[in-house]
């Protein structure tokens, strides 16, 4: 972190989408220290220099929700209805998932997450201890929400095991961040969200909550209250706090009033498709509110990609709305940028004095290659191959192409979790859907 690197030669393209040639960027103490010409960067001593000739340097990609655990259960339950998904495949695997599986899953995804050039997470889920302790050891960011079930009958020790967490942990760490994620509307019903915003504002942190995933829990919602998932949240002051909605995919028009700009939501529109969701109202609301993208868990959308996401979710846009002029890839890669505004890591410019999580691309490879427009290039025809660095923080976590750490190491416990999984089967869950 503390090592001086000079990023040499590069043509930067902004959070904006601007593409700028001539600039080279001078990485110290984790953060862009200057940007240079390449006559003042001549003159730069005493550093590391990347020479980055007719590559390509980006902000890094934000994951703006995820269960980054759920690795461990990628691939046990498909081609399922979305109830059967929840209620006889991941409720019962992960009721007797051990804090080794929590471990090590998240260690798996934080690896694929590096490779795709996601510097940052959201992360929604239990045993958020072994969560930090993967986040630690594989150097990325995550901002960490610890999962609360109001219906559950333990929520009380929930709720106190999720407020220790933040107290003991919150502010220890420059690449982690906390806040609290009770699970739903529906499945923290009465008092309980209530309880749950206010114990965040206590604390003086955001909350990360799903919010009208399905058209069923709205329909539900307004049958059991008269209120809409959105409106329930707005009624106990979830708006009030930096609130990051995971999916909102059946948010109305209508819900629009209650929701400002202290919320993001993540679209993961791999899952909806996967789990034959439908196209919700997402793509007309788009443009009323703030959002990016996220990867939802492994176990329904497979794989860890903000910018996969993106791409579905602009492909989609074209062909349900009928104008393929818009979900411009301009659009879509300031949408991807927002991720950073949500975390608040002090990411996602190229900017003096901003945090160094950076991405150079080589698009000279058979599917980038011929490059008219960089960007587009990235958004419709990249994948994690031609990503040859990422930085967090000044650090290279991926260098020419290999990621850091002992990959193949990982790789074996996790074969020997699965099988542990398998053998120990199903149990009941805490809670049914
Ligand atoms: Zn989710």
Redesign the pocket.
């Known amino acids: 972190m503390s090592e001086k690197i000079l990023l040499k030669n590069g043509t930067v393209i902004d959070e904006k989408g601007n593409v700028i040639e001539g600039l080279d960027i001078l990485v110290s103490g984790g953060k862009i220290e200057q940007l240079l010409t390449h006559e003042e960067s001549a003159s730069v001593e005493d550093c590391i220099h990347t020479d980055c000739s007719g590559l390509f340097i980006t902000p890094s990609f934000v994951n703006l929700?995820?269960?980054s655990p759920m690795n461990i259960l990628k691939g046990i339950a498909e081609d399922v209805s979305i109830d059967r998904w929840f209620n006889e495949k991941i409720f019962p695997y992960e009721s007797k998932l051990e804090k080794d599986d929590v471990y090590f899953g998240t260690v798996l995804a934080s690896l694929e997450m590096i490779n795709n050039g996601v510097t940052a997470f959201a992360d929604?889920y239990f045993a958020q201890e072994a969560v930090y302790r993967a986040v630690e050891d594989t150097g990325i960011r995550a901002d960490i929400a610890p999962t609360i079930f109001g219906l559950a009958e333990d929520y009380r020790e929930q709720l106190k095991s999720a407020e220790d967490f933040i107290l003991k942990n919150n502010g220890k760490n420059s690449r982690t961040k906390l806040r609290l994620g009770p699970h739903a509307p529906y499945t923290c019903p009465g008092q309980k969200l209530k309880e749950i915003v206010n114990a965040a504002k206590n604390l003086g942190v955001g909350i990360h909550i799903?919010v009208s995933?399905t058209r069923q829990q709205v329909e539900d919602s307004l049958k059991l209250t008269g209120k809409t998932p959105v409106e329930v949240l707005y009624e106990c002051g979830g708006f009030d706090t930096d609130a990051i909605i995971?999916?909102g995919l059946w948010t109305s028009k209508e819900d629009l009033k209650f929701i400002n700009d202290n919320a993001y939501f993540a679209f993961?529109p791999k899952?909806y498709m996967k789990l034959a969701m439908g196209n919700g109202n997402i793509y007309e609301l788009k443009d009323s509110i703030n959002y990016s993208f996220?990867t939802?868990?492994a176990a329904?959308s497979n794989t860890l990609s903000p910018l996969e996401q993106s791409r579905i979710f602009a492909l989609n846009g074209k062909n349900i709305t009928g104008d393929a002029e818009g979900f411009k890839a301009s659009e879509i890669w300031q949408s991807l940028m927002n991720g950073h505004r949500a975390l608040k890591f002090e990411t996602g410019r190229i900017k003096e004095g901003c945090q160094a999580d950076l991405l150079v691309w080589d698009l000279q490879k058979p599917n980038t290659f011929p490059v008219y427009d960089p960007l587009s290039s990235i958004i419709y025809s990249s994948d994690a191959n031609n990503i040859v660095h990422t930085m967090v923080q000044g650090e290279f976590l991926k260098y020419d192409g290999r990621l850091k750490g002992d990959v193949k190491g990982v790789l074996q416990n996790v074969g020997d979790i699965k099988n542990r999984i398998l053998k120990r089967g199903t149990g009941k869950s805490k809670i049914s859907y």
């Open positions: 929700h995820a269960h929604h799903h995933e995971a999916h993961c899952t996220g939802d868990g329904s």
